[in-house]
């Protein structure tokens, strides 16, 4: 008889998580699972299976090595129930235990399942995290707007990261004016490392490659770090190599180079194989050793003792229903290009094809690129939500939600954005070089040839005139529409209608 069984999640693949930390070697099992429904509750793009199937694989033998016994479940396995649940009940019969710890998962639908179990399930706080969720209710309490740059300032004071006493480092909290520069005619960045699959990841790709062929996304070449130590050699390679100019390059987007100074660090925070802390104390010691600039450190750590935690922490505030919130009422179908079919539009067709590839976009891309447009269509957030939850390695719900139905969709009513993350084809002309290569014409407003995101902005301006014709932020944007000539407003709303009416029906 085994006293307890210790529930590792693939999301918490790290020695110091909660469950591990509650359990004892001698006495517990650990157990870990490869489940269909895991797999399977949106069309996860077919490298995210990959990773965490192999990154979840070798963490058991880890957990081994490092003298624990792990129950670890195949998908192909003939006894897998197919639920988390279900196998948590099949190993306590199996160990005769009792009682089960686990560390919470993200997402209210894996903790509500828990709950449900007839079996004791104790969930203790995933502390991988900076802010607990007490620490983010306090925060929030008696706010009327919870604005991240406060809860950041907190997070600083909290770690001590680019704190000098009290004050922070360089006499200022934030240096984001320094930083957003357009994209570069060079990239000195050579991106991230690739990692050559080893045994155990040839494995999972077959068994991924057999199981879900008709998932949308490349499975090959796979080059995730799927471990520790290659989430490490990541971190450290864009430490020296990339956070110099990562402030500088954040909001750009190149043809060219998908990854410019970007970390791509979420996929191993986010699975536990890094933690939070570690890759900002790697981040301010670059800047301590002279070896970054303050705009490019204090806006990366921003990102992630920032950000990163002001999610997590609205999504658990807010609870379950918030990732079905529809604040706009936006009702239009995801048209297919999202799903890799044509478009004329290269902005939305390089994103796209990126993220088929390599189950990545970076922050401007998610954002201005395939957001902006959903939201200028009216695109149900619904539909935007499961389509970034399904398509991005990185994306588990905590993170996800958040960032797409409150920062990119304001479906939340603006919780989390003061303002919608609206622009024309102006932003993106500034930050890309993807007009240059485009069949629309961005300095066309209107008639042939227009860029769709100039003719939409207007009208989803007009369309949700009621709402935001009193938010100062926008008021600007409103006089503008109004001081056009009455037959330009006309054209430029019946032609973003004519555009709306062919979405889904023809290649626009
Ligand atoms: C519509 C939309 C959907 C998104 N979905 C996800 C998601 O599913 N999972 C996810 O981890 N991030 C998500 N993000 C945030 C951000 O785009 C990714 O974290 C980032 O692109 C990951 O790549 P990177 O590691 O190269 O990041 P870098 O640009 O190098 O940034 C460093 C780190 O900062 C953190 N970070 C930056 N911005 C955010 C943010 N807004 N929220 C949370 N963390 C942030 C990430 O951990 C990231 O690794 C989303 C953003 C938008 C606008
Ligand atoms: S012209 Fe418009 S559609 Fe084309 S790349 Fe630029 S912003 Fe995108």
Redesign the pocket.
Known sequence: MVSKLLLVLGDQLSMDIASLREGDKVSDVVVMAEVADEASYVQHHPKKIAFIFAAMRKFAKALEQDGWTVAYTKLDDDENSGSIGGELLRRAEEYDAGEVIATEPGEWRLISHLEDLPIPVHQFQNDLFIASHKEFEDWAEGRKALRMEYFYRDMRRKTGLLMDGDKPVGEKWNFDHDNRKPAPDEVTFDG?LKFEPDEIVEDVLDLVETRFDNSFGDLRPFWFATDRGQALEQLNH?IEH?LPK?GDF?DAMLNDNR?L??????????AGLLS?LE?CEAAAKAYDDGNAPINAVEG?I???I???????GIYFLEGPDYPRRNGLNHQRGLPDFYWGAETKMNCISKAVAQTKEDA?????????V??NFALLAGINPNE?HEW??AV?A????W??????VG???FADGGIIASKP?VSSGSYINKMSDYCKNCDYSVSKKTGDGACPFNLLYWHFLIRHRDRFDNNPRMAQMYRVFDRMDEERRETVLAEADAFLEKLGKEVV
């Open positions: 991230p864009f990339g990562f954040q990854f100074y970007h970390g791509l660090v979420s996929f191993y925070m986010n939070p890759v990366f921003r990102q992630i920032g950000w990163r935690e002001y999610v997590r990545y976009a970076h922050h401007i891309q998610r954002l201005m395939t957001g935007v970034y939850l991005y990185d994306a588990y719900e993170v996800e939600a958040p960032n797409v920062m990119s969709q993350y």
